[in-house]
């Protein structure tokens, strides 16, 4: 016999605590909005009616006692359904917690097991999970999120994951899973879509969106505290505040942008004197050989990305037979001065390559360079460049202020872009007001 509750919820969370016809159910919002009280609840719920094994998973395990198991707690404390008797059998229709594994008993049969990904030894031991509730599943890594996929098995039951999250950047693989995935030009649901329409379906996954507005139970006076972020925090503000996603941090390239490859090309076909270049990063296991070709608009100060080569794991021999091209061409490429030996080794098999000049800071000097076109396009057929540069921010150092010359990637298209421009300098608006044009010389030198 299923269990009676009475229990006062937000109303923009009624309908997520009763429909389970999609398999995932994607719960994004800002701080306060309530969304991870409402999943442990929408579980609780399920759990009277059905019996059945629902895992709870964060990243870390000890994060449990503070946050998941502890709402747990409150929300059967606050429904009527604690039993905290002792006794070696459960009261009927109620539900026992317990420490040491975290645990939720309930007199039906069902119960809440608890993990982090922390451990993923602990995980191998779990069958018949038929529900899954990743809280902070931003935090948990892509490869987790596919493995836990594998553990949602149940012979009969219908399965379902929920995933609840503080948006964060657009490159995290909430972002790139369950909305859009630009390198490989991938879409399932814009984001914007679901701010305005606060609940979408798409296929076998129904989205919500909530704010701190949407909680009821929120005093004012916090609601005034997340707006005050506006002032100090843009960035936290977007997330807490807002509940969206977006870049974390401040762009390094906020004039790049991605066009189509014909109007990139028609583009830079229309340029009276471009100036073309070359640059690479040489790469081998995480790094990359990363390759690019490049056009720069010197009156219009535009820099032109529309072709690259972007692989790892390859020899400097196979390397080069897929660079075939260039040594055909005569086309010179600037490279990383800091492999001597390699471009000697391309050199000898006929390729126009040489060194990029380097000097203690030349990292923030490259960067400021770059930095000083007016727009930086790239070719859509440059997907690595865009996944790299697009949303590319700067590091921070322990008290929160930005390296100028550090970033939160390492992007190795980046640094392509400044071995490739070496020898060339943008003209800032200072020189300009000074009447100084800058020329670039044969060899590249000024």
Same mark, same amino acid.
Do not use: C
């Given at each position: 016999m299923a269990v009676a509750v009475e229990k006062e919820v937000n109303p923009h969370f009624e309908e997520f605590l009763f429909d389970w016809n999609q398999k995932f159910q994607v719960l994004v919002g800002g701080y306060g909005s309530s969304k991870s009280y409402h999943a442990a609840l929408k579980v609780v719920l399920k759990l009277l009616q059905e019996k059945r094994t629902a895992l709870v998973v964060r990243e870390v395990y000890d994060t449990h006692k503070d946050s998941t198991f502890s709402l747990f707690r409150e929300i059967i404390e606050d429904i009527g359904l604690l039993d905290d008797s002792g006794k070696k059998k459960i009261s009927r229709g109620k539900i026992r917690p317990k420490e040491s594994p975290y645990e939720l008993k309930f007199s039906n049969g069902s119960k809440v097991i608890f993990k982090g990904m922390d451990k993923p030894q602990k995980l191998k031991s779990i069958n018949n999970v038929s529900l899954i509730w990743l809280e902070e599943c931003s935090e948990i890594k892509y490869a987790g999120f596919k493995e836990l996929l594998g553990r949602l098995r149940h012979p009969t039951l219908k399965l379902h994951m929920i995933l609840s999250t503080n948006p964060v950047g657009e490159d995290?693989?909430?972002?790139?899973?369950?909305?859009?995935?630009?390198?490989?030009?991938?879409?399932?649901?814009?984001?914007?879509?679901?701010? /305005?329409?606060?609940?979408?379906?798409? *296929?076998?996954?129904?989205?919500?969106?909530?704010?701190?507005?949407?909680?009821?139970?929120?005093? /004012?006076?916090?609601?005034? /505290?997340?707006?005050?972020?506006?002032?100090?925090?843009?960035?936290?503000?977007?997330?807490?505040?807002?509940?969206?996603?977006?870049?974390?941090?401040?762009?390094?390239?906020? /004039?790049?942008?991605s066009e189509p490859h014909e109007k990139v090309m028609a583009s830079i076909n229309?340029?009276? *004197?471009?100036?073309?270049?070359?640059?690479?990063?040489?790469?081998?296991?995480?790094?990359?050989?990363?390759?690019?070709?490049?056009?720069?608009?010197?009156?219009?100060?535009?820099?032109?990305?529309?072709?690259?080569?972007?692989?790892?794991?390859?020899?400097?021999?196979?390397?080069?037979?897929?660079?075939?091209?260039?040594?055909?061409?005569?086309?010179?490429?600037?490279?990383?001065?800091?492999?001597?030996?390699t471009i000697v080794y391309y050199r000898k098999l006929g390729f126009n390559m040489r060194g990029a000049h380097k000097f203690p800071g030349s990292r923030l000097q490259n960067t400021k360079k770059v930095k000083r076109f007016k727009k930086i396009i790239c070719s859509d057929n440059c997907p690595n460049t865009i996944r790299e540069l697009e949303n590319l921010?700067?590091?921070?150092?322990?008290?929160?202020?930005?390296?100028?010359?550090?970033?939160?990637?390492?992007?190795?298209?980046?640094?392509?872009?400044?071995?490739?421009?070496?020898?060339?300098?943008?003209?800032?608006?200072?020189?300009?007001?000074?009447?100084r044009p800058i020329v670039e010389r044969p060899g590249g030198r000024r």
């Open positions: 995290n693989w909430t972002f790139t899973h369950f909305f859009e995935d630009k390198l490989n030009k991938r879409k399932v649901l814009s984001d914007v879509v679901l701010y /305005q329409k606060r609940t979408v379906v798409v *296929k076998d996954t129904y989205y919500h969106h909530s704010t701190a507005e949407d909680n009821l139970f929120l005093p /004012q006076s916090y609601i005034d /505290q997340l707006e005050e972020m506006k002032e100090y925090d843009p960035d936290l503000y977007r997330i807490a505040r807002k509940g969206r996603f977006g870049v974390n941090g401040i762009r390094v390239l906020p /004039q790049f942008q229309a340029i009276k *004197k471009p100036i073309n270049r070359v640059g690479m990063d040489f790469g081998f296991v995480e790094s990359y050989n990363a390759v690019l070709r490049m056009t720069v608009d010197t009156e219009k100060r535009y820099l032109y990305i529309y072709w690259e080569y972007y692989k790892n794991g390859m020899t400097d021999d196979e390397t080069a037979e897929e660079l075939e091209e260039f040594k055909e061409s005569g086309e010179r490429i600037i490279a990383d001065s800091a492999e001597p030996k921010v700067y590091a921070k150092d322990k008290n929160g202020n930005i390296i100028e010359d550090e970033f939160a990637i390492d992007p190795h298209t980046f640094s392509g872009i400044w071995y490739g421009l070496d020898g060339y300098e943008v003209t800032d608006l200072k020189e300009k007001a000074k009447g």
